[in-house]
């Protein structure tokens, strides 16, 4: 009898358990049934992974060393994808194809790569709030004939050879204020100072904090001759198609500036 009773109150109570279990698992399935339908509200080129089109040639935002992906832009997709509770994959291409690329899709779902908000690219592409704030800059071999008082007349002769990046901002700022001169566009930053410091170019046009960088890095016998305070804005590129992916973009990268993740990377890789 007593045994019973126990019995009867041990499933009365499994009973009420499983209820609560029930109704607890129904309120998280809801749940993740709400996380599901934001995520699927986008469309992504590889499901779970945030594919991001990058350059790897443009310290301190994007580099390779040792075969791995390096920099400020690195550390902003992974915290972005992490935000959107994605997996980043990185993919190098060359930048002046990295805008296409987003636009047509398929192959990465943004471009996190120094990407300058310019009128031009918002006709293909749309971006997300900006990141970080840029200007260019001339750098010279040293002991040359172009110095500080003379580079804007000097440099805008014909005859002069401007290195710089296919499809930059850079390019266009030496195509509009050397238009004597000639931009000698290159596939990649590395290449840009390497033709210089072979005498093939005369000059660098390029993002300051990166052609500062090089200097310190790797060209020590170059310097700066002229800095510009273009105010450029770094923002991810995301397909037209895919405002849901924008939004949510903006809202990790809202999240990340008042939690003071982007303030740290600005000081880790710019300070
Ligand atoms: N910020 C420049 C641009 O958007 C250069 C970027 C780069 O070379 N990665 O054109």
Redesign the pocket.
């Given at each position: 009898m007593k045994m019973k009773k126990w019995g009867v109150l041990a499933v009365a109570g499994a009973l009420t358990a499983s209820l609560a279990l029930f109704g607890c698992s129904t309120t998280t399935a809801e749940e993740g049934a709400g996380d599901e339908a934001t995520e699927a509200s986008y469309t992504l080129v590889n499901e779970g992974k945030f594919t991001v089109g990058v350059?790897p040639d443009?310290p301190p935002?994007?580099n390779l060393v040792d075969g791995e992906y390096v920099g400020f832009d690195i550390e902003l997709s992974k915290a972005i994808a992490e935000e959107l509770g994605l997996e980043v994959e990185f993919k190098t291409l060359q930048?002046d194809g990295i805008p296409a690329a987003v636009a047509a899709g398929g192959q990465v779902d943004v471009g996190i790569?120094?990407?300058?908000i310019?009128p031009d690219r918002q006709e293909t592409v749309d971006f997300s709030d900006p990141y970080y704030i840029?200007d260019q800059s001339v750098a010279v071999m040293k002991g040359g004939e172009i110095t500080a008082d003379n580079v804007d007349d000097l440099l805008n002769t014909e005859g002069m050879v401007i290195a710089v990046?296919s499809?930059?901002?850079?390019?266009a700022y030496a195509q509009e204020n050397y238009s004597n001169a000639t931009a000698q566009a290159y596939g990649n930053?590395t290449d840009c100072f390497a033709a210089m410091q072979s005498g093939q170019a005369d000059a660098v046009c390029?993002?300051k904090a990166?052609v500062e960088q090089m200097l310190a890095e790797a060209y020590t016998d170059a310097e700066v001759v002229k800095q510009v305070a273009t105010g450029?804005e770094?923002a991810v590129a995301v397909s037209k198609d895919n405002p849901e992916l924008l939004a949510a973009i903006n809202e990790a990268i809202a999240t990340l500036t008042e939690d003071g993740t982007i303030e740290d990377l600005t000081a880790q890789f710019l300070g």
């Open positions: 350059s443009f935002f994007e930048f790569t120094g990407l300058t310019t840029a990046q499809g930059s901002t850079g390019e930053a390029m993002d990166v450029e770094y």
